[in-house]
């Protein structure tokens, strides 16, 4: 899908906003059929895959172990909520931009001029979900957004499993900052969702808890045995999709990192579903 001019402001007010008027699949989101979807990885490719490095051991065992889980059928935006969208919200409602959002991203009150299609940013779970009731839309579950990033294999990126830079905007990327959505068309996902690896992390609406029959590991670093254990905490909520400060280990499907609700960041967004 091509994105908007950035002064459509009609097709952002159809993108972001449902009511008895709306498709039933509305502009900008794509349906997702229902069917199983993988989730985690093997608990055996954690040393291979951070090179037996205990530190991203640690974060990458919060994936395991791998299971498959049924998923019913749900819309989704293609790309991530962008700047024009939320600035529509904000005028249609009457609100000003947070604090944050004037701090770090928007320093005249206002998108900057040529980000207007960049994915929104220093926005938190609170505010976010301002924004999904205005628009009839909500946060995806951990599992809703890895079946809309893996379709119905075991892919590691949107696009294979073999690491592509040229197909995502990432920590490999130069210059390392956000850009447009939808900038990478030949990285969408089997469903043709957009920007599922890098660009921004993304919020989903999922406690940072253990998967069911989740193990600590023990692993043998020289003479020491380390006894390695995410910091899981249901408080936190799962980000996932990895970002532009991020690379290969850190931009695949299965990697759930647990944040507070309340936290905001300059390479943290979200989409909605539905």
């Given at each position: 899908?091509?994105?908007?001019?950035?002064?459509?402001?009609?097709?952002?007010?159809?993108?972001?906003?449902?009511g008895?008027?709306?498709?039933p699949?509305?502009?900008?989101?794509?349906?997702?059929?229902?069917?199983?979807?993988?989730?985690?990885?093997?608990?055996?490719?954690?040393?291979?895959?951070?090179q037996?490095?205990?530190?991203?051991?640690?974060?990458?065992l919060?994936?395991?172990?791998?299971?498959?889980?049924?998923?019913?059928?749900?819309?989704?935006?293609?790309?991530?909520?962008?700047?024009?969208?939320?600035?529509?919200?904000?005028?249609?409602?009457?609100r000003?931009?947070?604090?944050t959002?004037?701090?770090?991203?928007?320093?005249?009150?206002?998108?900057?001029?040529g980000?207007e299609?960049?994915?929104?940013?220093?926005v938190?779970?609170?505010?976010?979900?301002d924004y999904?009731?205005?628009?009839?839309?909500?946060?995806?579950?951990?599992?809703?957004?890895?079946?809309?990033?893996?379709?119905?294999?075991?892919?590691?990126?949107?696009?294979?499993?073999?690491?592509d830079?040229?197909?995502?905007?990432?920590?490999?990327?130069?210059?390392q900052?956000?850009?447009?959505?939808?900038?990478?068309?030949?990285?969408?996902?089997?469903?043709g969702?957009?920007?599922?690896?890098g660009n921004?992390?993304?919020w989903?609406?999922?406690?940072?808890?253990?998967?069911?029959g989740?193990?600590?590991?023990?692993?043998?670093?020289?003479?020491?045995?380390?006894?390695?254990?995410?910091e899981?905490?249901?408080?936190?909520?799962v980000?996932?999709?990895g970002?532009?400060?991020?690379?290969?280990?850190?931009?695949r499907i299965?990697?759930?990192?647990g944040?507070?609700a309340?936290?905001?960041?300059?390479?943290?967004?979200?989409r909605?579903?539905?």
């Amino acid at each position: 899908a091509a994105p908007a001019a950035a002064s459509d402001i009609q097709h952002i007010l159809r993108q972001t906003s449902g009511g008895a008027g709306a498709t039933p699949v509305p502009t900008g989101m794509v349906a997702i059929p229902a069917g199983n979807v993988i989730i985690g990885m093997p608990v055996e490719r954690v040393e291979v895959v951070c090179q037996k490095d205990p530190v991203p051991m640690k974060d990458v065992l919060a994936e395991t172990p791998r299971r498959t889980v049924p998923v019913g059928e749900f819309l989704i935006d293609i790309t991530e909520v962008t700047n024009l969208q939320w600035k529509v919200y904000l005028d249609a409602t009457g609100r000003k931009p947070s604090a944050t959002l004037i701090e770090f991203n928007w320093p005249d009150s206002e998108v900057p001029a040529g980000q207007e299609l960049y994915p929104v940013t220093n926005v938190n779970i609170p505010e976010i979900r301002d924004y999904l009731a205005w628009c009839g839309k909500r946060l995806p579950t951990e599992e809703e957004g890895g079946r809309a990033a893996r379709g119905d294999d075991d892919r590691d990126y949107p696009w294979g499993s073999k690491w592509d830079d040229t197909l995502c905007q990432s920590g490999v990327t130069i210059p390392q900052q956000a850009t447009a959505v939808g900038s990478f068309p030949a990285g969408a996902s089997p469903f043709g969702v957009l920007d599922m690896t890098g660009n921004v992390f993304e919020w989903v609406d999922s406690p940072f808890a253990a998967f069911p029959g989740f193990q600590p590991m023990s692993f043998k670093q020289g003479k020491k045995s380390l006894q390695l254990m995410p910091e899981f905490n249901s408080t936190l909520r799962v980000i996932k999709g990895g970002g532009f400060s991020h690379g290969p280990t850190y931009s695949r499907i299965d990697v759930r990192i647990g944040e507070s609700a309340v936290a905001s960041d300059d390479v943290l967004g979200f989409r909605a579903a539905r």
